[in-house]
């Protein structure tokens, strides 16, 4: 199967419906590809912070409306990144939305870890509690959001639930992209599988953004990269790669569970 990663620039010169347009109308292009995949945020920005309350929208609200439109305009499955959800009962959560070539919503996966120690996302968002995996037709994909990318063990659980490849939209920091590019690797290696981490690019809230959206595939080999431009990655997943690099380097069957935990010798 073939998929697109849209890095997508967020800079305060655009307006959050003008960006929401944009995008859709970028989505469009890509119907020679069976799978759009977005970053982390984009219609408000990762990190602004104080924009979150004003923009928050309900699953059903306005970046749902575009999205499902551009993915059953297009005939793509499409990940649209995250939006600020602000759920039923008030509580804001980190989103990604997930919908299939007839523009219907598969799921909803609130972002489980969340950014920002004692401020910014982590007291303003709630905590999602379940990983989520989505099977499309050619690759099961487990789904995953920047920060997410580094806390391994929910990584192993979605491998564990089946998936082949890992889809992580994300406003990734420029002055920490030495650790996105090593964690997507390390993610991948360790699972033997994809990792699709599609990242904004441009300067928001004064933090600037690493662009540097990659494809890892199963063996650790980035099978593309982008620079810090808006730009579009294309790439051909195949399942029966990550079947091969299993079957060839089995270390996932020799995984040892239930060990003691660790003896003290003070
Ligand atoms: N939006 C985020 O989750 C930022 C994560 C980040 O900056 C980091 O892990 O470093």
């Not at 620039?9 to 995008?23: F, L």
């Not at 999205?67 to 008030?90: C, F, N, P, Q, Y």
């Not at 650790?179 to 599609?198: D, F, K, S």
């Not at 299993?246 to 660790?262: S, T």
Request: proline content about 6%; overall charge negative; glycine content about 8%.
């Amino acid at each position: 199967m073939r998929a697109s990663l849209m890095q997508i620039a967020v800079n305060p010169e655009e307006s959050v419906d003008s960006r929401r347009q944009r995008v859709a109308s970028l989505v469009r292009e890509q119907s020679d590809v069976d799978l759009v995949i977005l970053p982390e945020l984009w219609p408000v920005g990762a990190f602004s912070y104080q924009a979150f309350a004003e923009e928050a929208e309900p699953l059903d609200g306005p970046t749902h409306e575009a999205m499902a439109k551009a993915a059953s305009d297009t005939g793509v499955w499409l990940h649209a990144g995250s939006i600020v959800e602000r759920a039923a009962d008030g509580v804001l959560y980190n989103t990604s939305l997930v919908y299939s070539p007839a523009g219907e919503r598969v799921t909803a996966y609130r972002k489980i870890h969340r950014f920002g120690f004692d401020q910014g996302e982590a007291t303003l968002m709630g905590a999602g509690t379940t990983p989520r995996t989505v099977a499309l037709p050619e690759l099961t994909l487990g789904l995953a959001t920047c920060y997410d990318l580094r806390f391994p063990e929910l990584f192993r659980q979605l491998t564990d639930a089946g998936a082949q490849g890992f889809v992580v939209p994300a406003g990734w920091p420029a002055r920490r992209r030495g650790h996105w590019t090593l964690l997507a690797r390390a993610r991948a290696v360790e699972n033997q599988a994809y990792v699709l981490a599609c990242s904004t690019t441009g300067t928001h809230a004064g933090v600037e953004q690493a662009g540097h959206s990659l494809v890892v595939d199963p063996w650790g080999e980035v099978l593309a990269e982008a620079g810090t431009a808006e730009e579009v990655l294309t790439v051909e997943l195949d399942a029966a790669k990550v079947t091969a690099t299993r079957e060839q380097f089995p270390a996932l069957k020799d995984r040892v569970l239930g060990v003691e935990p660790p003896r003290s010798a003070s």
